[in-house]
């Protein structure tokens, strides 16, 4: 990738760090709505929630300062702990597929005798219908982000390349390069 679509691949990148910013905020405002509507009672959950939340947030204040001081290393930091994060919402995904797989699969009608049962039995297919969207809209979500950052992925991969290419060592500057008339006079050959 020689640019970021419209921009620079530093402009890109600095894109990227702005998207990880919003990510974390959104992350911080589900984990306040999680928390003021008692909707994730396990507190293990909970721990992760914030523990990503706070993982995405220094990720983009890594990388900001990956960019400000054109840092090869942080960026490989970066690229490695964004393609984990990436790869668990890859599972995540797989799973949230099961989960719409087997609730489909269900049919209520069939383990019932009675009336009664029935009508309990039809009402909770419809509940299994509501949730079955809901996870098809949140799969649908979970695309789009797997591949937003598969392309951020590749953005900073490609600008951590040339930052390599412009004679960077890991990041740290060279204190002095020898133009080319030095070097060849000292071999000897001005």
């Not at 949140?138 to 290419?165: F, K, N, P």
């Amino acid at each position: 990738m020689r640019s970021c679509l419209c921009c620079s691949l530093y402009n890109g990148c600095k894109w990227v760090a702005g998207y990880q910013f919003v990510s974390a905020c959104l992350g911080i405002v589900g984990i306040i709505y999680s928390i003021a509507s008692g909707e994730t009672k396990d507190p293990g959950m909970r721990a992760l929630e914030i523990v990503l939340t706070v993982v995405v947030l220094a990720l983009a204040v890594g990388l900001v300062f990956a960019l400000k001081r054109n840092n090869r290393g942080l960026l490989l930091i970066w690229i490695i702990v964004k393609a984990i994060l990436l790869t668990l919402v890859v599972l995540s995904l797989i799973y949230i597929i099961y989960l719409i797989v087997i609730s489909s699969t269900i049919d209520l009608d069939v383990y019932t005798s009675n009336e009664e049962s029935r009508k309990l039995f039809r009402e909770m297919n419809a509940t299994l219908a509501i949730a079955r969207t809901v996870l098809i809209f949140y799969m649908v979500l979970i695309i789009l982000h797997v591949i937003l950052e598969a392309i951020c992925l590749d953005t900073v991969r490609s600008y951590r390349s040339t930052l390599g290419q412009e004679g960077r060592n890991n990041g740290f500057q060279v204190a002095y390069h020898a133009p080319p008339e030095d070097s060849k006079r000292d071999q000897g050959l001005v």
